[in-house]
Nanobody, 127 residues
């Protein structure tokens, strides 16, 4: 059974940083992509970032490029999203997700249907 557990959300001032972590259970990260999407109040789903260890591909939404990074934590089945220079428009519930497809290239992250996702963690950026 696949489980994705997010931690690390919270309230931060504009310009601040947060690090979200996604613990992955029941899935080998070497074979499947792991990434993040978010939902802001009154808005639809937005793909944020993806990491595929199979081909080392990554994806970042234009709105977060240069500010967010994604990485696998060494020795753990965990993927982290480092968010810097946060803006009020980054306020949303962030979900860790995966696609149950091997040899997945992260360029598709914004268009596919996710097979599994976690319970979400709230990120609020406000002064």
């Amino acid at each position: 059974q696949v489980q994705l557990v997010e931690t690390g959300g919270g309230l931060v001032q504009p310009g601040g940083s947060l690090r979200l972590s996604c613990e992955v259970r029941g899935l080998v990260l070497d074979y499947y992509p792991i990434g993040w999407f978010r939902r802001a109040p009154g808005k639809g789903r937005e793909a944020v970032s993806c990491l595929s260890l199979w081909d080392d591909s990554t994806y970042f939404a234009d709105s977060v490029k240069g500010r967010f990074t994604i990485s696998k934590d060494k020795g753990k089945n965990t993927v982290s999203l480092q968010m810097n220079s946060l803006k009020p428009e980054d306020t949303a519930v962030y979900y860790c997700a995966t696609v149950f497809t091997q040899k997945f290239h992260c360029s598709e992250w914004g268009t596919v249907d996710y097979n599994y996702w976690g319970q979400g963690t709230q990120v609020s950026v406000s002064s």
